[in-house]
């Protein structure tokens, strides 16, 4: 039966907003304490009243150049965005329903911070392993909307942030938000004797506790100066699209709201799976 199609968001109680380490794809589908956090959030959320009208994702893996866009279409795709692992993984779908509706309103009601422009409509992207992979065990049913925000990588790490700030405002509309990517993230230094644990660099245990100390004393802004804290940030990060979706996580959170963590661990020794979420009520 196809879904129907949210076509206006209604006001509600504030949402939460999180951000998740996804880490490797394979956590969709292994039976492991990432997987079921996102499940026991997702019970959670639905058994305190907290069912969303649409979540809002802004996954590592869909980078546009400098423009932003949201997915329009009615029906997203499930991406497979990488090679080397089981079929069992390239059968996965997630045919949550899009909102191109409210992709349309909401284009026009955010703005590009770099130059004040409207958000485009994008009709070809879909849902990427970094959104359908948390998203399944958390929401199994695929009854909730969910659409997708690019990240424009030519642009600097303040202007995420402040479009971050923009999603605020959402909150109040039934939408959960969820940034997917990961505090460290470095692949070329993976060590597969790590699969999981505390194990760890020492730079990358040193840019994991720089970044929860700013979720510590509510300085979120300054997680967008996250280059100029040292040689660990690019050791962290030798590319930061797992980094920019905290931005937007982080930009969207009001002030005096404190950070829930859980995951904070590592997989494969340079990967942090580091997760919060704010607003999330007692």
């Known amino acids: 039966m196809p879904h129907s199609l949210l076509e206006r968001l209604q006001p509600s109680a504030r949402?939460?907003?999180?951000?998740?380490?996804?880490?490797?794809?394979?956590?969709?589908?292994?039976?492991?304490?990432?997987?079921?956090s996102w499940q026991a959030l997702g019970q959670e959320l639905l058994g305190k009243g907290l069912r969303p009208q649409l979540i809002l994702c802004i996954s590592a893996h869909w980078l546009t150049e400098s423009d932003w866009a949201l997915t329009a279409m009615a029906q997203p795709r499930t991406i497979h965005d990488f090679g080397g692992f089981p079929q069992e993984l390239f059968a996965q779908q997630y045919p949550a329903p899009g909102a191109p509706a409210v992709a349309k309103a909401l284009a026009g009601e955010l703005h590009s911070p770099a130059d004040?422009?409207?958000?485009?409509?994008?009709?070809h992207w879909g849902l990427d392993h970094g959104t359908w992979s948390v998203l399944k065990p958390m929401f199994p049913?695929?009854?909730?909307?969910?659409?997708?925000?690019?990240?424009?990588?030519?642009?600097?790490?303040?202007q995420h942030f402040e479009l971050?700030?923009?999603?605020?405002?959402l909150r109040e509309r039934g939408v959960l938000i969820v940034g997917s990517g990961n505090v460290v993230h470095n692949l070329r230094a993976m060590r597969r004797d790590l699969e999981a644990g505390n194990q760890a660099y020492d730079w990358a245990h040193q840019f994991d506790a720089e970044v929860q100390q700013r979720w510590d004393s509510g300085n979120l802004a300054d997680l967008a100066n996250f280059l100029d804290w040292g040689p660990q940030a690019r050791l962290s990060h030798p590319t930061h699209d797992h980094y920019l979706p905290?931005?937007?996580?982080?930009?969207?959170?009001?002030?005096?709201?404190?950070a829930r963590v859980f995951n904070d661990d590592f997989q494969y020794g340079s990967l942090s799976m580091r997760s919060g979420i704010w607003g999330m009520p007692g």
Not at 15 to 36: K, Q, T, Y
């Open 15 to 36: 949402m939460p907003v999180m951000f998740l380490g996804h880490g490797s794809p394979m956590n969709a589908i292994e039976d492991n304490a990432w997987r079921d």
């Open 116 to 123: 004040g422009s409207a958000l485009l409509l994008d009709e």
């Open 141 to 158: 049913e695929a009854d909730i909307p969910v659409m997708q925000l690019s990240m424009p990588y030519a642009l600097v790490p303040q």
């Open 164 to 169: 971050g700030r923009q999603l605020q405002a």
């Open 246 to 258: 905290l931005l937007y996580a982080a930009g969207a959170v009001h002030q005096g709201e404190a």
